[in-house]
Nanobody, 124 residues
């Protein structure tokens, strides 16, 4: 069983930055991906970024955040991060951390474990 707890959300103005954290406990297998997803009101949950546990270099990003967001992981602290720069109002959403074994790292359905989410609000 895996538990995930997100933190770091908040309210910022457009152009600002935030860093989200996801503290993981339990067994995270080396074959897992960990990812960040977001869901805005009235919209479906979408993949933002994902990283393969066995390789820090195997990362995936949604086109909408490439060049602005960076996913990373501190294996010693068992913590996942999402550095978000140049934030835009359209980045406003609840952000979720997830873990699971998947062939489609930005696809919601393959992830088994989810956190409760942290709210990010970007004002113009």
């Amino acid at each position: 069983q895996v538990q995930l707890v997100e933190s770091g959300g908040g309210s910022v103005q457009a152009g600002g930055s935030l860093r989200l954290s996801c503290a993981a406990s339990g067994v995270i297998y080396s074959s897992y991906y960990m990812g960040w997803f977001r869901q805005a009101p009235g919209k479906e949950r979408e993949g933002v970024a994902a990283i393969y546990i066995s390789s820090y270099y195997r990362t995936h990003y949604a086109d909408s955040v490439k060049g602005r967001f960076a996913i990373s992981r501190d294996s010693g602290k068992n913590t996942l991060y999402l550095q978000m720069n140049s934030l835009k109002p359209e980045d406003t959403a609840m952000y979720y951390c997830a873990a699971g074994r998947t062939l489609s790292p930005l696809t919601v359905r393959d992830y088994n474990y989810w956190g409760q989410g942290t709210q990010v609000t970007v004002s113009s």
